[in-house]
T-cell receptor, first 114, second 117 residues
Framework: GESVGLHLPTLSVQEGDNSIINCAYSNSASDYFIWYKQESGKGPQFIIDIRSNMDKRQGQRVTVLLNKTVKHLSLQIAATQPGDSAVYFCAENMGKYNFNKFYFGSGTKLNVKP | NAGVTQTPKFQVLKTGQSMTLQCAQDMNHEYMSWYRQDPGMGLRLIHYSVGAGITDQGEVPNGYNVSRSTTEDFPLRLLSAAPSQTSVYFC????????????????FGEGSRLTVL
């Protein structure tokens, strides 16, 4: 099957700094992507999404960047807070080709140091 | 609002036993799915349903059965549990498949931790 992977399994940042979490995807047909946050003992929660006709999308303190040329996705968190400590997953979907299936990456653990 | 409710939260089985993981959602979502989460492997899709009476296989369907008799419920059955099925299971639902202009956000339950001895 197609793979969605992450460059760094663990990321430690200082409170107040910006965080960047990366994701590489291999399926060029994927045209919809989501970032999820999962806190310990809970289910994943939606953070932000982006479609392939965009290269950037901003939310509250979060920005997702999509580079289709190199099949790379990143999540930027501004002014990282202790509450941001969690595991972050990217997920890809092939939209109109196979819109019922999401493929998830293995996750990056974000540790925020006070 | 309850959202997506999974039961049980924890279960221990012996090899060969059967059980059903329950999932219910109260958001009138058409799309429901089951994922398993193993350490270092992210979430993998087991089965999904696009509406009552319609189900299909995901990435790792072997050893699992599903049915969708109502919009609200999507149970996952293990007919003969194996140690390889030790995992955390998540049920998820969404408003619709990923379509133009519609957010395909999946709403997840809290998870069911299954151990097969």
């Amino acid at each position: 099957g197609e793979s969605v992977g992450l460059h760094l399994p663990t990321l430690s940042v200082q409170e107040g700094d910006n965080s960047i979490i990366n994701c590489a995807y291999s399926n060029s047909a994927s045209d919809y992507f989501i970032w999820y946050k999962q806190e310990s003992g809970k289910g994943p929660q939606f953070i932000i999404d982006i479609r392939s006709n965009m290269d950037k999308r901003q939310g509250q303190r979060v920005t997702v960047l999509l580079n289709k040329t190199v099949k790379h996705l990143s999540l930027q968190i501004a002014a990282t807070q202790p509450g941001d400590s969690a595991v972050y997953f990217c997920a890809e979907n092939m939209g109109k080709y196979n819109f019922n299936k999401f493929y998830f990456g293995s996750g990056t653990k974000l540790n925020v140091k006070p | 609002n309850a959202g997506v409710t999974q039961t049980p939260k924890f279960q221990v089985l012996k090899t060969g036993q059967s059980m059903t993981l329950q999932c219910a959602q109260d958001m009138n979502h058409e799309y429901m799915s089951w994922y398993r989460q193993d350490p270092g492997m992210g979430l993998r899709l087991i089965h999904y349903s696009v509406g009552a009476g319609i189900t299909d296989q995901g990435e790792v369907p072997n050893g699992y059965n599903v049915s969708r008799s109502t919009t609200e419920d999507f149970p996952l059955r293990l007919l003969s549990a194996a140690p390889s099925q030790t995992s955390v299971y998540f049920c998820a639902s969404s408003r619709s498949p990923v379509l133009a202009g519609v957010t395909g956000e999946l709403f997840f339950g809290e998870g069911s931790r299954l151990t097969v001895l």
